[in-house]
């Protein structure tokens, strides 16, 4: 019966005690992340099935109350070749940027157009400028919202003073006074066969949730790992002391 006492070593007890809740703590939060990420992909399921409306004539109110992935149409021209460049954009283990445009609707109003994707030079000082189509165009997209605010380190708009511009992050304050004009309070990714789309296989969330149960797997897989290491430390070789 001596050999079954449980006398851990109090370094492992401590230890352990301690990493164990965060473990199972973050295993908790993985899964909720999961939950989050499979409500926002039915979200967007849900809300493609919906026709497309078109942003010509919406008001202000309207516009900023649309909600990300809402398909909408838009009747208009690309506006000049003042183009923004998203900077740092990945693709299939490529590097390269965004390309953002002013798109002036037929009423008059702008708003900024994500073309796609479109991969990096060799040589960073070449930035590429692919032309838009010109002319009245009718166009087809869903509305961007990002999920949070964008984290930024540095200087948003490179500021050489030529075109195309790097950008780091979108902030319509900023192309507002760039472009100089007022632009709605929406974004738009061009769908796959409007006009000017580059590559445009939008991803609705960046980490699919089964990434996220994965993760829980592991950290609760930690958890058990620890508990066992508490009563091997506990229990070995204590028949022999």
């Known amino acids: 019966?001596?050999?079954?006492?449980?006398?851990?070593?109090l370094r492992v007890l401590v230890l352990a005690l301690c990493a164990i809740p965060l473990c199972f703590g973050l295993g908790l939060w993985q899964l909720d992340r999961k939950?989050?990420?499979?409500?926002?992909?039915?979200?967007?399921?849900?809300?493609?099935?919906?026709?497309?409306i078109p942003?010509?004539?919406m008001n202000?109110?309207?516009?900023?109350?649309l909600p990300s992935g809402r398909q909408v149409r838009l009747r208009g021209r690309y506006s000049d070749d003042r183009v923004v460049l998203l900077d740092n954009r990945v693709h299939e283990g490529r590097v390269g940027y965004e390309v953002l445009m002013r798109f002036t609707l037929t009423d008059g109003r702008s708003v900024v157009v994500n073309r796609g994707w479109t991969p990096a030079g060799m040589d960073r000082q070449d930035l590429?400028?692919?032309?838009a189509p010109a002319g009245e165009l009718a166009i087809a997209g869903v509305v961007y919202r990002p999920p949070g605010a964008p984290l930024l380190l540095g200087e948003n708009l490179s500021s050489d003073g030529g075109w195309?511009?790097?950008?780091?992050?979108?902030?319509?304050p900023a192309f507002e006074a760039l472009w100089g004009v007022e632009l709605l309070p929406v974004r738009v990714r061009l769908m796959a066969r409007a006009p000017g789309a580059l590559v445009t296989d939008w991803p609705v969330v960046a980490v699919p949730p089964e990434r996220?149960?994965?993760?829980?797997?592991?950290?609760?897989?930690l958890a058990a790992a620890l508990l066992v290491l508490i009563l091997y430390s506990g229990f070995a070789h204590r028949g022999s002391r």
Do not use: I, N
């Open 164 to 172: 195309p511009r790097l950008a780091q992050v979108v902030s319509l």
């Open 35 to 52: 939950a989050e990420k499979e409500a926002l992909l039915d979200a967007d399921r849900q809300t493609r099935l919906l026709a497309p």
């Open 55 to 57: 942003l010509e004539g």
């Open 1 to 9: 019966m001596a050999a079954l006492r449980f006398r851990p070593d």
């Open 212 to 221: 996220h149960l994965g993760y829980a797997v592991q950290w609760f897989g």
């Open 128 to 131: 590429p400028s692919p032309a």
């Open 60 to 65: 202000r109110m309207a516009v900023a109350g």
